[in-house]
């Protein structure tokens, strides 16, 4: 077990850097998962961490010590609380995060339902959607380039996991996906004339979906079979984007399972 007391540490300023900079997780396809739910689904997923870090007065916690037995041949660092409250992503330290690498992308081959985000900016927003996805069975999620970075530790506690079993490909071009699609490709519109309800969602879909105030993009609705509202009352415009897209995400999953 190593131990840093210093923030001229190579390791620590490496940390630092992936807690603050996009840039520095896509140069070095490196990120940090904080707490134990998100490395519980790491461990799970069959990944190995490259460093396990924990600050001093975490040591103690029963679930940790637990988690350190669980986890064998992991390297762990140690790590002064003053120095682990500089790198965690959270105002309230949990006491515990993990460096590790990004795994490549492999779209999975039987990639039926497919999720297509279009510039969603907010970090909670995209990781809502993801862990919906997630839920909902999505193969695959295509994020634009001016999506929220995935992989930011703001993005990767909203998605609770699901970053774990759903392939995820930004910077994707959405109209190219989109046009290659051999299922039915839907566009979420809030003025749209069909319903999502009256729309059978059996079988292959796409579904498109828009930036949190302009919507989805005139140039990616051309690609669409159909574009599709959610009913409301008629006092409220519209649903925020990560509770509009898990509705339309699970009257899918109702139809295939009725």
């Keep these: 077990m190593k131990s840093i007391s210093s923030r001229d540490n190579v390791l620590f300023k490496q940390l630092k850097k992936l807690t603050n900079s996009a840039r520095e997780r896509r140069d070095c396809g490196k990120t940090l998962l904080d707490g134990m739910h998100l490395l519980e689904a790491y461990r799970a997923s069959g990944a190995v961490a490259e460093w396990v870090v924990i600050a001093d007065s975490a040591l103690q916690q029963t679930e940790i010590q637990v988690f350190l037995q669980q986890i064998g041949s992991w390297p762990v660092l140690t790590i002064a609380d003053s120095l682990f409250a500089e790198i965690s992503p959270v105002d309230t330290p949990t006491g515990i995060l993990a460096m590790i690498a990004i795994a490549p992308v492999a ?25 919906s996805a997630a839920a909902a069975g999505v193969s695959t999620a295509y994020l634009s380039t001016a999506c929220a970075d995935v992989w930011s530790p703001k993005v990767l506690r909203s998605a609770m996991g699901a970053h774990f079993s759903l392939a995820m490909v930004e910077r994707a071009d959405l ?28 079988g292959s879909v796409a579904l498109l979906v828009g930036n949190e105030g302009a919507g989805l993009s005139a140039e990616l609705q051309a690609y ?27 009257e899918r999953v109702r139809q295939c399972l009725a």
């Design 107 to 131: 779209v999975p081959q039987n990639n039926d339902f497919v999720l297509l985000l279009e510039d969603i900016q907010d970090p909670g927003n995209v990781g809502a959607i993801l862990r």
């Design 175 to 202: 109209a190219q996906v989109a046009e290659q699609f051999s299922g039915k490709v839907l566009a979420t519109v809030p003025d749209a004339e069909q319903s999502i309800y009256a729309l059978d969602l059996t």
């Design 224 to 250: 669409a079979n159909a574009c599709v509202h959610i009913p409301m009352q008629p006092a409220m415009e519209s649903l925020n984007v990560a509770a509009a897209t898990s509705v339309c995400l699970f």
